[in-house]
């Protein structure tokens, strides 16, 4: 089912998504598309990657904020 | 598609952008948020993603980089296409490395990729604008 990114927001937080039939918006971000997948540790989300079928593009990302306790440098 | 820009993406305090990758194997684009970071001397992206992807992260050679932890060794791969907003780039050079496992991007946009272009950083309107013409000397 299709979801757009905000959808996508409220309903993942926390969570790493792999979503297919992606629509872009005008700067060729996923507006939204359908997630296929869902999961805490992206090591599963990887594992999925190019084994779904479909058009356009395919997007994976960490969905929600990074925890306040985490700060990054890199 | 709007020319030159894109959006930035702030998770926290760490900025990202979307970039595609081309899986020649997959005959696809694959898009992810990864962190945007002038910081950075080289763009580093997930291994396991690459493999995925169906790059051989083994082919290349390695190159030493330094981390905030300490030195580590990462793997060259030459991405076939890569697009940053409406550009499309190829055979783009990044480095293969394994993130640790709290760290909530797929990779990090380096100088390497982002001095390729002259940019703007326009945070009141979270937007990046990219023109050509940067420096391609940086190897």
Same mark, same amino acid.
């Given at each position: 089912?299709?979801?757009?990114?905000?959808?996508?927001?409220?309903?993942?937080?926390?969570?790493?998504?792999?979503?297919?039939?992606?629509?872009?918006?005008?700067?060729?971000?996923? %507006? /939204?598309?359908?997630?296929? $997948?869902?999961?805490?540790?992206?090591?599963? &989300?990887? @594992?999925? %990657? /190019?084994?779904?079928?479909? $058009?356009?593009?395919?997007?994976?990302?960490? &969905?929600? @904020?990074?925890?306040?306790?985490?700060?990054?440098?890199? | 598609?709007?020319?030159?820009?894109?959006?930035?993406?702030?998770?926290?305090?760490?900025?990202?952008?979307?970039?595609?990758?081309?899986?020649?194997?997959?005959?696809?684009?694959?898009?992810?948020?990864?962190?945007?970071?002038?910081?950075?001397?080289?763009?580093?992206?997930?291994?396991?993603?690459?493999?995925?992807?169906?790059?051989?992260?083994?082919?290349?050679?390695?190159?030493?980089?330094?981390?905030?932890?300490?030195?580590?060794?990462?793997?060259?791969?030459?991405?076939?296409?890569?697009?940053?907003?409406?550009?499309?780039?190829?055979?783009?050079?990044?480095?293969?490395?394994?993130?640790?496992?709290?760290?909530?991007?797929?990779?990090?946009?380096?100088?390497?990729?982002?001095?390729?272009?002259?940019?703007?950083?326009?945070?009141?309107?979270?937007?990046?604008?990219?023109?050509?013409?940067?420096?391609?000397?940086?190897?």
């Amino acid at each position: 089912m299709y979801k757009t990114m905000e959808q996508v927001w409220q309903e993942y937080d926390g969570y790493w998504v792999y979503m297919v039939n992606c629509r872009e918006d005008e700067y060729g971000s996923a %507006i /939204g598309g359908e997630v296929i $997948k869902y999961d805490k540790d992206k090591r599963v &989300i990887y @594992k999925e %990657i /190019g084994k779904h079928p479909g $058009k356009g593009h395919q997007f994976f990302s960490y &969905i929600g @904020k990074i925890p306040d306790r985490l700060g990054v440098f890199v | 598609m709007k020319p030159n820009e894109l959006v930035m993406k702030w998770f926290g305090q760490s900025l990202q952008v979307n970039l595609k990758f081309w899986s020649e194997r997959k005959g696809r684009f694959f898009g992810a948020d990864l962190i945007f970071d002038t910081g950075a001397t080289v763009s580093v992206i997930s291994e396991d993603v690459l493999i995925a992807l169906g790059y051989d992260v083994a082919a290349g050679g390695t190159k030493k980089i330094t981390t905030a932890s300490g030195p580590e060794f990462v793997k060259e791969v030459v991405l076939d296409k890569i697009m940053l907003g409406n550009h499309e780039m190829c055979n783009v050079k990044v480095y293969a490395y394994e993130f640790p496992y709290e760290m909530y991007t797929s990779g990090v946009i380096g100088l390497d990729i982002i001095s390729t272009f002259d940019i703007h950083l326009l945070f009141s309107q979270g937007l990046i604008k990219l023109h050509t013409g940067g420096n391609n000397e940086i190897t």
